[in-house]
């Protein structure tokens, strides 16, 4: 068997596609551009590079960024400040705080000091918790990202079982959370599990979260599987590809699978927090006016 290809590429392009048909209604209807705070903390190139892209997608569906670099220095208390400064900024309808964070600083509370109606990146513990109980919210982007891709695919999840090698807060939980709600059986594996190889193989769906370069061998998986590798580290995945595709049938590349798709579910939930805070304001400005009766 050879696999088929799970195109982010493609895929990200139709949501940003229609991201840019909202845009432009949004724009009419509401007379302001939605707007994407980027918050960089210190200067590592690989998160410069992913800022750009966030900025040049922005572009690309008519959306504005606004882009705060802060010095590697800064202190966990102003870093909160500032990001505290965004969420109240009428401005702003989305935040994403590049991470990692330098090691210094409290990235969680960093991460908490985003407006849960702003956090369009899904990293705040009230997204968690939504995302958790299945009562919406703004999804992690990755986890959304997979999740949007497996759907465009029409790969059905229900009684099919799940194993999710990675366990971070941002990617390898909130995946396996979102593939249960699905009604997948989820397994996870980590740094401390034992014989990795033997759960892999009875994986129906592989998610690997990891960030270590051919960790999932090819002849692990089992035949028909299907494969997401969500990994990179040294421009490559954490699954062997060539004989991973051999038995799947279907997989990501890497690059080219899951990061577009992380790009366009942070791009397309700035869209739904800008129209949110719309509809919350026309509810205000509709209540003020039955408050006050006609005039
Ligand atoms: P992370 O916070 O470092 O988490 C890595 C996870 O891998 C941890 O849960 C760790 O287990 C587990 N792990 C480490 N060694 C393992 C091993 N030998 N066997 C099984 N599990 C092992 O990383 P992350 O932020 O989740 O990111 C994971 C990867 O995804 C990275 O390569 C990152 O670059 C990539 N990523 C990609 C995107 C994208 O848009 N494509 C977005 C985010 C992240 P413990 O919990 O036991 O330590």
Redesign the pocket.
């Known amino acids: 068997m050879t696999a088929q290809i799970l195109d982010g590429r493609a895929q990200s392009a139709a949501i940003l596609d229609r991201v840019t048909t909202q845009v432009a209604a949004f724009v009419a209807a509401h007379g302001r551009v939605p707007v994407l705070a980027t918050v960089l903390v210190g200067d590592d190139p690989a998160s410069h590079t992913y800022v750009r892209m966030k900025a040049n997608r922005c572009a690309k569906v008519g959306m504005q960024s606004r882009r705060l670099d802060l010095d590697a220095s800064i202190s966990t208390e102003t870093l909160v400040e500032k990001i505290r400064e965004l969420s109240a900024d009428p401005e702003v309808d989305g935040i994403l705080l590049q991470h990692p964070v330098p090691d210094h600083i409290d990235e969680r509370a960093a991460f908490e000091a985003i407006a849960p109606a702003k956090d369009v990146d899904g990293v705040t513990r009230t997204s968690f918790a939504m995302m958790a109980f299945d009562e919406g919210g703004f999804h992690s982007a ?1 986890p959304g990202g997979i999740m949007a891709l497996l759907d465009a695919y029409d790969i059905p999840l229900a009684g099919r079982h799940a194993v999710v ?4 807060p ?3 939980k909130p995946v396996g959370m979102l593939l249960l709600a699905r009604n997948a059986t989820v397994t996870y ?5 034992t014989d ?1 190889a033997d759960h892999v193989a009875r994986a129906d769906v592989v998610v690997a ?4 370069p051919a ?1 999932i061998r090819g002849e692990w998986i089992k035949p028909g599987a299907v494969v997401v590798d ?4 040294d421009n490559s995945g954490d699954v062997e590809y060539e004989p991973a595709a051999e038995r799947a049938s279907y997989i990501t590349p890497v690059p080219g699978g ?2 577009p798709m ?1 790009i366009a579910v942070l791009i397309d939930q700035t869209m739904k927090a800008a129209q949110a805070r719309e509809t919350a304001r026309a509810a205000r400005l509709g209540l003020t006016a039955a408050t006050t009766g006609p005039e």
Do not use: D, E, P
């Open positions: 990755t090698v990675g366990r971070s941002i990617l390898g594996c980590h740094s401390r599990t990795l979260a990891v960030g270590r960790l969500a990994g990179y580290a899951v990061g992380t």
